[in-house]
Structures are given as structure tokens and as C-alpha cells.
């Protein structure tokens, strides 16, 4: 049950959605919210609310949901915001409004347009069509009957049907599609001439007083943080394999007698035969006269082994080789019947065996190529072969340590040394690990202590995980140390917040050189700025006469072909008349300030194939438009209200929350 609940997601909330629709929309929103009179409202909508107890639940699911989409990535502070629950409280809102309007206006669904609906999920298919068997075998297999989920099926059908016409209806004019068309593929063909932030740092000058000014002035901007300075420990392959006792040559050598087949190919021969059968119930004179046709015949093909194949077609009893020669292919030593090796393993390139006897037959055999021993003796693959023995060492040493660490982690929260000590594992330091992110070393105080950031381990420290143990309740009062987190598969780690820094502003001194750096780009781009502007005025008063000079060798851009410009640069050019050409124009940019010269203006036309992707596209966002229209409407109508406890529940952090 839980594999198919693993391989059928979609189908699982698809499920779940429909049994929960039948609660609002066939029983009703006053009787649903009746029996939760006992519980918070946050919201009024019309006649009924959305509880504290629905939000909780709603965002539960939700938080469920992206966890299992995200896997380690998952980190609670980054997708549980404020601005999330508002989102989440919105759909809620919006949800309720349209069962609302789908009691209100008596929205219903027909048995025909149920079937089609239900016969269209392709978990219920097989081969593309439906399967009434998968049907039935997919409810059983979830614990369902067939009636509860068409019910909720129905339900959701005429929920969609609310809003569902507004969305078919929605069209865009042609004139609409062509026009923006026309200005999605319009080419304007410029120049550019570049005023760069460089050509001006070196002329300016930053004092004291402007610092002091600048760092007063701008204290958000050199805020830091809580962040913590840790101590950890790792667990991986490389320290498994670095407690590893020396390994003895002789069990080298055995693990190498072991899988010899990995780094020696047996000698092999490609051979030929000719089968001469013996009846089971053959006596010793019609054995003996088969053995001698066989030896007449080896010793023919042995005068002239050109003319083994021919006699293998005339003489050999094999029918499944005779017709190609008596080809039998390659044979490796160790694989064949003793007999028929110990006679094809004589035998050089060209030969033919004598007479052999099989399994009460008789064989005769060519060696059409032979190939000796090859690979790789135990003094030329020792140093793989010692790699590939400590590899399967530090995996049993891994698991036991595993063990171990997690024993010790749960014994003494308190420190890691005792299990540092125990397992002969290092305790590591870094600092600057704030709760979201790892702060760069520029930001942090003098420190022996390595910053996180640019620590060997620093992807260890990023994970969420991580980062939650750190800042979790008992890290913050007790300063204990986490359990095991396994980061990935062969790789735990334990950490312990040995100081957790409080948020603060860095100091002037230790910010003095990044408001430096701030002043002097700050003073250059108003120095780029003017400069530009200057050469723009005078550009524009010669007009048509205007030189080229210093401009770069046009290009040709479109509102979908940017050539490398940055948005602000592609917005001027396109939002420039071009009556007047050549036409100029100032813009600042990431580099500084640059001059833009319009020289065509190129009308645009959109291709048959993309003006119907665009038409959809334009459709497609009517559609959500004219929707979120009549929903805002549907909203006013039903006077949804934000009531104050909303406010705490949206704000509410993990810590309330526990």
C-alpha cells in the first residue's frame, strides 16, 4: 500500500481533495463551521469563517508537501513566512467564496460528465483507456469505495465549474496578439558608448568625515545577524578510513586470489568441431567404427585445416554448428567440462586435437585463435586492490561508528569531546553560521576561528538542517549539542552552538574599508553620471551631425534578443521616439553610465508558428486575469473580513507554534 502511495502522488492528492471537498460543498459551509464553533475564527466570509484550527491544518499539509518535494533542502525559516501564510490564508479564503457562490447558484455535475471526468485520470488507465478493474483495484488498494470518492469527485467538478467558464471564455483580440507581436519582435539597431565606474575611481577621494557620515547614516546596511560559532564533528568514509588498522599482505593477497577475474582475463581459444555421435545403446564394435570415422576425419582436417569447415558441414553431427562450419566461438578456461578444456587449452593457433571424447561422443577440434593469460599480476594491481580493501573496511568501520556516534550523541549533549575522543574523531570550529545563510568573512570579527564560509565543510554547515539544530530552543538555553544528522548517504555530522553572537552593527573600524568601497562607487557613478550627461547635451544640440566617435559597432536588438544589454539599457532604447534618427540616449547601467545611439528602427513580424504560442500564452493570462477579477468580486460581495487574530496566527513563529 505505501509503494503505491509513493508511485501515485497525484492521484493520492487528487484523492484527498475530493473526500474533503463533500465537508463544504455537498454538506454545507454552516454546518462544517457550526461544529467547530468552539474554535478561532480569523477570517468572517459571508455567513461562515475560516478557523485558526483550518489555517493549522492547511498549513501542516502545506509544509508537508514542500518538504517532500525538497528533501534536505527543506528549511522551515525560508518557506514558512509570513508572506506564505498570507498566501495560504488567501487560497483558503478564496476556496470558501467559491463554495459559497457554487451553493448559492446550485452548481451541479451530470452522471455523464462524472464518468468522463473519472475516466480520463491515467491512473485509472491501461493501454489509454479506462480500466474499470484498475479502477476498483486503486480505490480497494487506498481503502476507499467507489461511491465516497464519485461523490468528492462531483464535489470538485462543480467547483470548478465556478469559475471554469470564465477561464474558456477568456480570448484575446487579434488586433491584441498583432500588436504585441509586433513589438516583442521590432529590432532597433544601436550603438553604445560606455562611461565606466573604473575611469573615475581612481580621482576619488573619501575622508574620514565621510565615513563616519555615510557609516551613520546607513546602519541597516551593516547589520549582522544572530549568528553562531560551532564545533562539529564528521563522520564520512575518509575518517572510517582513517581509523583503520594496517592491513596484512597476506589478506591482500587473498582478496586478490578472490577476484582475480577482475584484473586477469583467463586465457581463452575461439574453437571449431566436429561432433560424431554415438547412440546410447551403440555397442563397443559401433563405437569403435565411429571412433575411427572421427580419427579418419581429424586427421584430414589436420593435413589441411582450410578444409575443417567444409568437413564440419559434411561430417559433424552437431545440427545446431554444422551449417556454419562447426563454429563453436570463444571458450575462457574454467567455464567448459574439463575433458574438452584440458583438449582445446593444448592446442596453439592452426591446430587440430585428435579424437575427444564428450559426454559419450566423440569431438574433434580446431583452435582458430588462442588467446593466453592477461591482466594484471598481484605486485602490478596491489595498489588498486589495497584502495578497493580499505573501501569495504571503512564501509563496515562507517556503520559501526555510526552507531557509536549516535550512542554518544544521545548519552552526552553537553560536549562533543567525549565522543570525539571515543570514536577518535576531531572536533571542528567555524563561525558566522546564521540561521538562513553562512556570513562572509568580511562581516565577522577578528577571529582565529575559521569563517564558515570558506571552510572545507562549508556545504555541511549550510544545510538547513544544520543550521536548524543551531538555532533550535534547547540550542539556544542549554547550548546542547544535536543528534546525528545524516547529510547525505556516508556523511554525519554532529554540531553544537558553542556561542550563539546576537544580532549587532559592525563596529566603524571593521566596517571602514566596505564603506570605503561604497563612497568611492557611489562618487564615481556621479562622476560617470555627469560626464555622460555632458557628452548626451552636446550630442543632441549637433543632432544629425553628431560623430560616431567612441561609439561601439552596432547591433541589433529586440525586446526577445537582447545582445548582451542589461534591462535598463534595452527599456531606454525601446522606449525612445524615432522620429528624428540618429536619436541618443542616457542611460546608467551596472558598469556606470552609457550613451545609447539609435541609428534604425526595424518593424517587427511574428511568425506564423509563434503568433500561436503567443495567442495562447496572451489567452492563458486573460484567463487568470478575468478569473481573479470575478473572484475579487465574488470576495467584496461575500464581505470578507480580517479579523485581528489573523494578524497573530500569520506572524506566529516556530517557537509559538510548539
Given amino acids: 500500500m505505501f509503494d503505491f502511495i509513493r508511485t501515485h502522488q497525484r492521484l493520492m492528492q487528487l484523492i484527498l481533495l475530493v473526500l474533503i471537498v463533500p465537508s463544504f460543498a455537498l454538506f454545507g459551509v454552516s454546518s462544517y463551521t457550526s461544529f467547530n464553533s468552539g474554535d478561532q475564527e480569523l477570517v468572517e466570509v459571508g455567513n461562515s469563517g475560516i478557523t485558526l484550527q483550518e489555517f493549522d491544518q492547511a498549513r501542516r ?62 491512473d485509472f488507465q491501461e493501454d489509454g483507456r479506462f480500466s474499470a478493474e484498475r479502477y476498483r483495484a486503486v480505490l480497494a488498494s487506498m481503502g476507499l469505495n467507489s461511491k465516497d470518492f464519485e461523490e468528492g469527485q462531483r464535489g470538485e467538478l462543480a467547483l470548478q465549474r465556478v469559475l471554469g467558464p470564465v477561464a474558456a471564455t477568456a480570448h484575446v483580440p487579434d488586433a491584441t496578439v498583432t500588436t504585441v507581436g509586433q513589438a516583442l519582435t521590432e529590432r532597433r539597431v544601436v550603438r553604445q558608448r560606455e562611461f565606466p565606474l573604473s575611469a573615475f575611481e581612481a580621482d576619488v577621494q573619501v575622508d574620514d568625515a565621510q565615513i563616519k557620515a555615510w557609516y551613520e547614516a546607513n546602519q541597516q546596511a551593516l547589520s549582522v545577524p544572530e549568528y553562531a560559532t560551532v564545533e562539529y564533528l564528521v563522520l564520512d568514509e575518509a575518517a572510517a578510513t582513517q581509523s583503520l588498522p594496517a592491513i596484512n599482505e597476506s589478506d591482500l593477497r587473498a582478496y586478490y586470489d578472490q577476484n582475480k577475474s577482475r584484473y586477469v582475463q583467463a586465457a581463452r581459444s575461439n574453437v571449431s568441431h566436429i561432433q560424431f555421435a554415438v547412440p546410447a545403446d551403440a555397442s563397443e564394435a559401433q563405437r569403435a567404427e565411429v571412433r575411427q570415422q572421427a580419427q579418419q576425419v581429424a586427421d584430414q582436417a589436420a593435413a589441411d585445416t582450410t578444409q575443417f569447415a567444409e568437413l564440419a558441414k559434411t561430417h559433424s553431427q552437431d545440427a ?18 574439463a575433458e574438452i578444456e584440458s583438449a582445446v587449452f593444448e592446442l596453439k593457433q592452426g591446430q587440430v586435437s585428435g579424437v575427444v571424447e564428450v559426454s559419450g561422443n566423440y569431438h574433434v577440434f580446431l583452435a582458430n585463435e588462442v588467446q593466453p593469460e592477461q591482466g594484471e599480476s598481484f605486485e602490478q594491481a596491489r595498489a588498486q586492490v589495497e584502495q578497493e580493501v580499505k573501501r569495504q573496511l571503512a564501509a563496515d568501520r562507517y556503520a559501526e561508528l555510526a552507531t557509536r556516534l549516535t550512542e554518544q550523541a544521545y548519552e552526552d549533549n553537553s560536549s562533543l569531546v567525549p565522543a570525539a ?20 568573512k568580511d562581516v565577522l570579527p577578528e577571529t582565529e576561528i575559521a569563517a564558515a564560509i570558506d571552510n572545507a565543510d562549508a556545504q555541511l554547515l549550510d544545510d538547513p538542517r544544520v543550521r536548524r539544530a543551531l538555532f533550535s530552543e534547547a540550542s539556544r538555553k542549554e547550548q546542547h549539542s544535536s543528534g546525528v544528522i545524516e547529510i547525505a548517504p ?14 549587532q552593527v559592525r563596529p566603524l573600524e571593521q566596517a571602514r574599508e566596505f564603506i570605503r568601497e561604497q563612497l568611492v562607487a557611489e562618487k564615481a557613478r556621479e562622476a560617470a553620471t555627469q560626464a555622460g550627461e555632458k557628452v548626451l547635451a552636446s550630442l543632441r544640440e549637433a543632432e544629425g551631425k553628431a560623430s560616431e566617435e567612441g561609439f ?54 511574428l511568425e506564423s508558428f509563434m503568433s500561436m504560442s503567443l495567442r495562447a500564452q496572451l489567452d492563458q493570462a486573460q484567463a487568470v486575469a478575468e478569473q481573479q477579477a470575478v473572484l475579487a468580486a465574488m470576495r467584496e460581495q461575500a464581505k470578507v473580513k480580517m479579523l485581528p487574530e489573523a494578524k497573530q496566527a500569520l506572524e506566529q513563529t516556530d517557537e509559538q507554534d510548539s
Fill in 61 to 122: 499539509e502545506q509544509l508537508q508537501r514542500i518538504q517532500a518535494n525538497m528533501g534536505a533542502a527543506f528549511d522551515p525559516a525560508v518557506v514558512d513566512t509570513p508572506e506564505t501564510r498570507l498566501a495560504l490564508l488567501d487560497s483558503l479564503i478564496e476556496r470558501r467564496v467559491l463554495i459559497d457562490q457554487l451553493q448559492q447558484h446550485h452548481f451541479t455535475v451530470s452522471d455523464a460528465a462524472l464518468r468522463r471526468a473519472i475516466a480520463a485520470i491515467p
Fill in 320 to 337: 545446431g554448428t554444422s551449417a556454419n562450419g562447426g563454429q563453436l566461438g570463444w571458450i575462457t578456461r574454467g567455464t567448459w567440462p
Fill in 421 to 440: 575522543q571515543a570514536l577518535g574523531l576531531e572536533v571542528r570550529k567555524a563561525t558566522g553560521v546564521a540561521v538562513d545563510r553562512l556570513l562572509s
Fill in 490 to 503: 556516508g556523511v554525519m555530522v554532529v554540531v553544537r552552538a558553542e556561542t550563539l553572537h546576537p544580532a
Fill in 552 to 605: 561601439s559597432a552596432p547591433i541589433t536588438v529586440s525586446r526577445m534578443d537582447a545582445q548582451g544589454l542589461g534591462s535598463n539599457e534595452l527599456k531606454a532604447i525601446f522606449e525612445a521616439r524615432s522620429i528624428a534618427l540618429p536619436a541618443f540616449i542616457g542611460v546608467e547601467n551596472e558598469q556606470g553610465y552609457a550613451i545609447v545611439r539609435l541609428e534604425e528602427v526595424q518593424e517587427g513580424e
